[in-house]
């Protein structure tokens, strides 16, 4: 407060203010202005413009969350709970029933087998009966000589 | 950017490609959908119950045409008026899917055959009984090889056109 009252207000009025002080002013204000209308303009034409930054990062998410997707629905159909075969369903709950089944499927191979036995026991004896026959005009030649 | 976009196309194909590899399936599982064909499915779990069960004055099948290795069975049989649906379609599969013909037999009308497919880890017997009135396809599937199966049959014969 001391040196507030050691201030000669009435000589700061008196202080000479240098020629062109606000011109200048007003031009570097005037410039600040433009330099600000400038930087404005840019954002908004590099927003707006294709290929930008900003539009490649939007492309960027939906593909990667379309890729997450993918990933989880392939995820979720090898998922066995998920995965029902009609075809590979018991068709019998009951045991008995389905013992029936097995015990006739089991009878259809057997009686296969036996089919295709009997066959090669057919061929078996006719080759058996030519066998002999050869073995037995050998013999007789053996005994001629 | 590009690598990016490959990154994730690369990802989407393998999990397309693991899809694809799960996905074999039994040929015959087709005829489960059908309405004039008798469809029968017998799982692993289901003969593991039928091995157990043990009825009085019948035959038990605990050592039975390698019931351990037996994976499941599927008995496909024809209705009246239905042999032709049957007889074109699992004959087309027989054909398409390469299996070896290891028996064909044709006895008083009654023609037999009996194909097999190693496939990987499993093989597949299927036995097809045939006349002119219906047809019954029987396919086996097993957890080994074929040669490492042995069936064993019975001397006596089994009349299962009964």
Not at chain 2, 55 to 81: R, W
Request: proline residues 2%; charged residues 25%.
């Amino acid at each position: 407060m001391e040196r507030l009252r050691h201030l000669n207000l009435k000589k700061t009025g008196e202080t000479e203010i240098p020629k062109g002080l606000e011109e200048r002013l007003s031009m570097k204000i005037d410039q600040w202005a433009a330099e600000d209308e400038n930087t404005q303009a840019r954002h908004t034409d590099t927003t707006m413009q294709p290929g930008s930054r900003t539009i490649r990062f939007r492309l960027v998410r939906i593909i990667s969350a379309a890729a997450c997707i993918t990933l989880i629905a392939g995820f979720i159909s090898l998922w066995p709970e998920y995965r029902t075969n009609k075809a590979q369903q018991d068709t019998f709950d009951d045991p008995k029933l389905a013992r029936e089944e097995v015990l006739k499927a089991f009878q259809l191979m057997e009686y296969s087998l036996n089919v295709g036995r009997e066959h090669l026991e057919h061929a078996e004896e006719i080759t058996n009966k030519s066998n002999n026959t050869l073995y037995n005009a050998l013999e007789t030649l053996k005994t001629l000589q | 950017m590009k690598r990016i976009i490959v990154k994730h196309l690369f990802s989407v194909l393998l999990v397309f490609i693991c899809t694809a590899t799960y996905a074999q399936k039994n040929p015959f599982d087709k005829f489960a959908d059908s309405e004039n064909l008798k469809y029968v499915y017998v799982s692993k779990q289901m003969i593991g119950l039928v091995k157990d069960l043990h009825l009085p004055n019948v035959v038990s099948i605990t050592n039975y045409h390698n019931i351990d290795e037996l994976c499941s069975i599927q008995i496909i049989s024809s209705g009246k008026g239905s042999i032709g649906e049957l007889k074109s379609e699992a004959w087309s599969i027989i054909k398409k899917e390469n299996f070896q013909p290891l028996l064909q037999a044709n006895s008083a009308g009654f023609k037999t055959h009996i194909y097999c497919k190693d496939d990987k880890k499993k093989c597949f017997v299927v036995i097809i009984d045939e006349t002119k009135v219906e047809m019954t396809v029987c396919v086996f599937t097993y957890d080994c090889q074929l040669k490492d199966l042995h069936i064993q049959t019975t001397t006596t014969k089994c009349n299962s056109h009964q």
